[in-house]
């Protein structure tokens, strides 16, 4: 019988075949696809260029984006973080500078790979990208940190839908965030436990995270709020690397996210009818505009 | 829904929603796909969420954009209203009310010489989308397959004639829905498959008796 895909499901199933949990969503995806593992790798190859490519054209980015509240955020930051220290530390803040850079672009109608949404698309990849930097790391690691990432990803999508008209932010950014830390704690050898807790670590802290962009743009908070994930998924590295854990197990963790997606008021899940959308100054921003 | 990793490491896609810019792409694309021609003219209901963000999500573009064959990482895609005159599309983009719907929903009709199609569906998060609805018939597309649409008359055997006719061909059926207007009436089947069935097994089933159209829906990017 075919098992629910679950943290446990997985960890015990890389046990029962005495192989990597990266491994196991490997064969998980040649056996539900029907694709060889050269074409996955290759796939994940060509997408991890998008996401090199949006970066680096967030980085570069200076138009005025389409609801007129962004500009040149990813540049801007890098320019001033090349001269000057971070209080966040180097690692923190190029994480934050890469996600907030892949935000940018995604609002600006540029091409991202979504992950695991379009709101969210810079987080992992932020991540990922700075980590694999500082710690010199190829193309067979980013894989690796990104077959990790999605496993943790599935789990979720397994219970609920990841967007946030059905789940609010926390089911955007949240997961983005626990995805991120999955991976980036593979990127650093561990693929498993270390892995999962780093996932509940990160995504227990944005339970309940509303949606409520000002005008319903992917603008504000989202692409900043890419930058803010971005530094809670490495802590919550840090931490599980330092020897903490979540008391709640990440299965858990998925259930009361899942939970808390139903009891989120409608007008909390991107449709601009409160919170944020609602204030003045987010009022008064989208009066001149004509939807 | 999520069995393939790409699903959440992807869409490579058009910014700025998931939900809201590459799964509105789709669903226009599959409608064109589902009219089978160059669409002339298009009326598209929005509701709920996308309808309150639409124009900042880009769900306008998205869906001219996938009405005019776009796929959500094209990046003509931020142009697809301008694009939509030169191409001869008219289009009319309206808020509708829709009780009880998914809260991505939204209606797509098209129309191209006298021939017109009502679909219904919604985008599910990370640019994964599900027909529900086509001219009114309950069906159940994720765009992810090759599919045929078939529209018949309630007729004993004909369910067995076309899955005959495909097993021929060595076309594995992955998915299938059938439902009928009324005993005797008019029926939409939906197969979804694991090959492309090809024209010739279009054409076979087109002249079944009692078969009154038979449409390849391609899988949408």
């Known amino acids: ?291 | 829904m999520r069995e393939t990793i790409f699903s959440v490491i992807g869409p490579v896609m058009i910014g700025p929603s998931s939900s809201h810019t590459a799964g509105v792409a789709r669903l226009g694309k599959i409608s064109r796909h589902i009219l089978d021609r160059e669409p002339e003219y298009a009326e598209i209901y929005f509701f709920h969420s996308l309808a309150e963000t639409l124009r900042g999500h880009g769900s306008d573009r998205a869906v001219i954009g996938g009405i005019l064959g776009f796929d959500s990482a094209d990046e003509k895609l931020p142009e697809s209203l301008e694009l939509a005159g030169e191409r001869g599309l008219e289009f009319t983009l309206k808020k509708g009310e829709e009780r009880g719907a998914h809260p991505n929903s939204l209606l797509i009709k098209l129309e191209s010489s006298g021939e017109t199609v009502e679909v219904f569906g919604s985008s599910r998060g990370g640019g994964n989308i599900l027909v529900e609805k086509i001219n009114g018939f309950d069906v159940s597309l994720e765009g992810r397959y090759n599919a045929l649409w078939i529209l018949h008359l309630d007729r004993p055997g004909l369910v067995a004639e076309i899955a005959s006719l495909l097993a021929a061909g060595g076309i594995n059926i992955a998915f299938m829905r059938l439902q009928r207007s009324q005993p005797r009436g008019m029926a939409s089947l939906v197969v979804e498959c694991d090959q492309h069935p090809g024209e010739r097994i279009q054409e076979d089933i087109s002249r079944i008796k009692f078969v009154e159209s038979c449409r390849i829906i391609p899988p949408v990017r």
């Open chain 1, 1 to 291: 019988m075919k098992r629910d895909w679950t943290f446990q499901s997985w960890l015990e199933t890389a046990r029962e075949k005495s192989v990597s949990p990266g491994e196991v969503v490997l064969q998980k995806e040649i056996e539900e696809t029907g694709t060889t593992r050269e074409n996955i790798l290759e796939e994940l190859s060509l997408r991890l260029e998008v996401m090199k490519k949006s970066l680096k054209r967030g980085l570069s980015r200076e138009d005025i984006s389409p609801g007129g509240m962004l500009k040149d955020e990813g540049q801007r930051l890098q320019e001033y973080f090349s001269r000057e220290t971070s209080l966040t530390g180097a690692g923190a803040i190029k994480a934050a500078i890469y996600a907030i850079a892949i935000g940018r672009e995604n609002a600006g109608m540029g091409r991202i790979v979504a992950l695991p949404t379009g709101g969210a698309a810079g987080i992992v990849p932020g991540v990922l990208l700075s980590l694999a930097e500082k710690k010199e790391l190829g193309e067979e690691e980013l894989q690796r940190g990104l077959l990790i990432a999605a496993g943790a990803g599935m789990v979720v999508g397994e219970k609920m839908e990841m967007s946030g008209a059905a789940g609010g932010c926390q089911a955007e950014c949240g997961v983005a965030a626990g995805m991120a830390a999955a991976g980036g704690m593979a990127l650093l050898g561990g693929e498993g436990e270390q892995a999962f807790e780093a996932f509940a670590l990160a995504c227990k802290n944005l339970l309940g995270l509303t949606c409520d962009p000002v005008g319903g743009l992917v603008e504000v908070p989202c692409v900043k709020r890419n930058g803010f994930a971005a530094v809670q998924a490495l802590l919550a590295v840090d931490l599980v690397r330092g020897g903490l854990h979540s008391v709640i197990p990440p299965d858990e963790i998925v259930d009361a996210m899942a939970e808390t997606a139903g009891l989120l008021p409608g007008s909390l899940k991107e449709t601009a009818r409160a919170g944020l959308a609602r204030t003045k100054t987010g009022l008064k921003l989208m009066e001149n505009r004509d939807d």
